[in-house]
């Protein structure tokens, strides 16, 4: 990293001193995605249930604390932050951020955060991450499904609910952590077509499914319905460092089972492929 970058902390700490195909989701409907080709075609989204439910919101919040408590006192989350201040990894984020301090977070079809606990601990991950580590900014959230009591209770964990169904298209045009786990193939191959350049890669960290394992199954299932939606999956791989996460126990592996870190690192723009959308 060049002596002008800045520093990664953990609370508050120096990470440089001494302190140191997949499954869908359980109790989750497959959700079919259409294609936007532009910006322009995006359309402004609203939740359908227009009026907030307090006795549900605070039913929700609730929840939400329990599953925090979980996940801050358990074996996976302590070894998911160990991981994180790997060498090999610190080194990949502060690539990414490069001479800015904070990377934003944008976390794409997280599913109904009411409903099931899968979406509430993958949620609780993210907002304990963001308290953890200094250098994570804000977070901005996004899944059509969302109520308006959802909405209310990401923004009272001080989360921004995005107005725009952007179906993964974000530019990266500062450091940006994607945090999409058990996503659609499609949504992962539309947010690398968004980001399809050495410039625009190079500021992206993607916490969802392992495009290794994406890899395998088309390999061995060439006719499989994923291969159309992961074009640019495949392309990337050369050029990918993952980090597999371990779920540790039964309890976090519905939330996180075959979930990666990945860091894109192609350098020259004729190295990656043209692919047409």
Known sequence: MAASAKTLTVANRSLNGDWTVVLPRRGRQRKHLPTIRSQEQQQPWVPTDVETDPIRTS????????????????SFYRTLLDQIQTPEILHCLRRVLGSESKMQMVIYGIGSIESYEPPRLQLSLAVLMKRKFSWIGEIEVFD???????SRVLEALGCSVLSVNEQGHRRAVKPTMFFMPHCEAELYDNLLHANWGVELLNRVVLFGNSFKTYEQHISEFKNSAIVGSAKRILSIRPFTKEFRIDTVSDDYFGAFHDSSWHFFGPVLETELPYIKF
């Open 59 to 74: 039913k929700l919040i609730q929840k939400m604390q329990i599953c925090m408590k979980k996940i801050e006192s358990s």
């Open 144 to 150: 059509p499904i969302l109520s308006a009591t959802e």
